[in-house]
């Protein structure tokens, strides 16, 4: 297999509840996260009454739903997305946010998302994913949960209905994963099994984890940004402070760089250098170099 040079992970920066429902704190967001070097910013469109059912069937019984009072998701007000989206854009970043209801989409297209990102938790959604499929924009899709065979089912679904590209990011979904769930080889099994592009979506703590995917061929990584882990909210104490986010985008570059081309042969430095580390003959009683009578080995190598 031919090597060639690994590109930048494309970075996106999720906001999810982390703004508290406050327009002036998403737009600090963006500009944060753009200072901080992600490719782009994510919102979450969603409401409650959208999302959760209020009565449920546990056990076969008909039971009130115990997610209901825990729900403290703070959706995108479906006035603030174009408003976002053009504050994106002047920071140099890319918008997006993830639909979780059918008509979100409708919002998402009006104001112009530059791609859509798919929860773990629907891709069997089978009726979302064709209607993102339809805008024929850039899906990315989570995957968490999910077995091969709903992934192959997912990625149909989205190709038919005319997205025009659709990448994968392994993710675990629970808040934080344990080092030992996290599975981070599955970003090289979701490659070689659909040969599309996978990265990361990480709740986990600190860069490790990212750092280690670009090493696995991933090439977007997702994470939650947040002022303040101390701040009221669902998805902050498992989030990135900006300076943190920072220092990830930092260390996957060096990642990326580091893995370069994968093809054996030195480097311009190198080869510069390495006559100073190899050995040339010597003679061992008059230390000059020479290739007859009695040898030594030493450095640097010569050649008449």
Not at 29 to 41: D, L, P, T
Not at 219 to 245: C, L, N, Q, S, W
Request: hydrophobic share 40%; charged share 25%.
């Amino acid at each position: 297999m031919q090597a060639s040079e690994a590109r930048q992970p494309f970075h996106i920066a999720e906001v999810g509840s982390n703004f508290g429902g406050d327009l002036q704190l998403a737009k600090t967001y963006i500009e944060e996260a753009s200072k901080a070097g992600a490719s782009a910013i994510k919102f979450q469109t969603l409401t409650k009454e959208k999302l959760l059912a209020q009565k449920t069937v546990i056990e076969g019984q008909l039971v009130d739903n115990p997610r209901w009072p825990l729900f403290g998701n703070v959706g995108l007000p479906e006035e603030w997305h174009q408003e976002l989206k053009d504050h994106a854009r002047a920071n140099g970043i890319q918008f997006a946010s993830t639909p979780f209801y059918l008509e979100a989409v409708d919002v998402m297209e009006k104001c112009g998302v530059d791609f859509y990102k798919i929860a773990s938790g629907d891709i069997t959604f089978l009726p979302l994913l064709e209607r993102v499929g339809a805008t024929g924009k850039r899906v990315i899709l989570s995957t968490g949960a999910s077995s091969l065979k709903e992934v192959d089912q997912a990625l149909n679904t989205l190709r038919s209905a005319g997205a025009s590209k659709v990448d994968l990011l392994h993710c675990v979904v629970s808040y934080p994963p344990q080092w030992a769930d996290m599975n981070l080889r599955a970003i090289a099994t979701l490659k070689a099994e659909f040969g599309v592009d996978v990265g990361l979506s990480d709740h986990g703590p600190g860069y490790l984890a990212p750092v280690m995917a670009v090493a696995l061929g991933g090439t977007i990584i997702e994470k939650h940004v947040t002022h303040d882990r101390g701040a009221k909210g669902p998805d902050h104490p498992f989030a990135m402070t900006f300076p943190e986010y920072a220092e990830m985008v930092q260390q996957t570059k060096h990642a990326t760089a580091a893995l370069g081309t994968g093809i054996k042969v030195g480097t311009e430095d190198e080869l510069k250098r390495k006559h100073w580390f190899r050995r040339g003959t010597y003679d061992r009683n008059t230390g000059l170099p020479t290739a007859e009578g009695d040898l030594v080995w030493l450095r640097p190598e010569w050649k008449p």
